[in-house]
């Protein structure tokens, strides 16, 4: 440690600090905010960001940065001049006018979105698709790139993944998915899902939700969990993690399922080590092992056997008539059921990643230049067919369902699938070393499995990036093969498939 290093961890604390004050603005502004208040509180997120990003890329930073790099540093030293000089290049590298084209082209699109997705008018949506693919395309070359432009954007959420590495690991996913997808189609298997839909007061959903999450180990005193439209995770420190869900009185298991997984990330969030608050040893890896903590829990744990094994008596308890026809396994194979559908954020956990290799592999060919934006839709429907035996009768519930592009959010879908990769993976890492995992899970004692998470990714914060963490914790590279056989094991029985 020196006295740059220490100047450059000063600095990046202030920085996490506005950027703190920036998330409990944006969680009030989509939980309690009154509606008038939007357009002031744009003005001061702006003004707020502006602050943060000026100080970051200041040059006090870049030569506190210079400096340090003289200096005698320890290992968690390292890793935090590693990443802070990583982002401040990154951040110094961008123009200054692109950064404001940017923001405001994304502001305007996503404007039009809204309108444009309830009208199915791609047509007039396509042009702003365009705009911003452009911008995205500068902004890559400003940033840099090994290999393609794509590599920059994926890297904005992702630091040190490659487009090619994961091409090839999504490849090697696509064929056994949608074998698994076909043959589970074609199994004379239909689990009942009637009771899903009955009436499930709100109140109870979240007395429930809430025990589950403090289940989960959850602290409780260190968040919260309170409602808005789109659920999400947010935190202000290691003892402030703020978790949203939306409940409706006939879709119980969304609110649930919702909870646990925002309580996956808040878990993540809450594990960090407080003494590198503020600073990358205190802070996620990547957004893909961010998502990877969410559906370990959501799904490898909250749509186990073992998990409801000890809290279907405890459903059953909340929501007696509701449940008074139904058997533990028919609950299972419920929560479970796999079923195609147009929407990304209604599907299952098995289908759920076709909608990811479409989206990855479109945007991948829009930065090479061999797909043009007009023909979006039409390649979007050619791929829903392969891949999922439908086909969207209108653009509204298809090419035109997700946000993301309207925000130039280009590199962001394939975390979520890349989460599910790392989640299996690391699953199979904690079972090996926990051989009594399932039953201590089945028994309700979640605690230990935290512990195990904690210990080995959260309390590292960015030691390792996502390729390296995945190696270090695992033993292995990733890759889709974890993935598959989990998806095989679980789905093979519940539709009874054979698999060689
Ligand atoms: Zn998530």
Redesign the pocket.
Known sequence: MGAHYDRMIAIRREVSEIHAAVSLMEWDQETYMPRKGGDARSRQLATLSGIAHARFTSDEMGDAIHGAATERLNETERVNLREIAWSFDRARRVPTPLVKAFAETGSKAVEVWREARPANDFATFAPWIARLVDLRKEYAEAVGYAHEPYDALLEDYEPGASTEDIARTFEQLRGPLVDLVQRIQESWIVPRTDFLSRTFPIDDQRRFAVMAAERMGFDAEAGRLDVSPHP??TTMSVHDVRLTTRYSETMPAQSLFGVI??A??GLYEQGFDPEHEGTPAGTAVSLGI??SQ??LWENLIGRSRAFWRFFFPQFVQTFPSQMQDVSEEEFYAAINRVAPSLIRVEADEVTYNLHILLRFEIERDLFKGTLSVNDLPAVWNARMRAYLGLEPPCDRDGVLQDIHWAHGSFGYFPT?TL?NLYAAQFFDAVTAAMPGLLDQIARGELLPLREWLREHIHRLGMTFRAHDLVQHVTGQALSSSSFIAYLQRKFGELYRLNFP
Do not use: A, L, M, N
Request: proline letters at 0%; hydrophobic letters at 10%.
């Open positions: 999400f995770c997984h925002e996956g990330h961010h998502e969410s559906r979520y989460g």
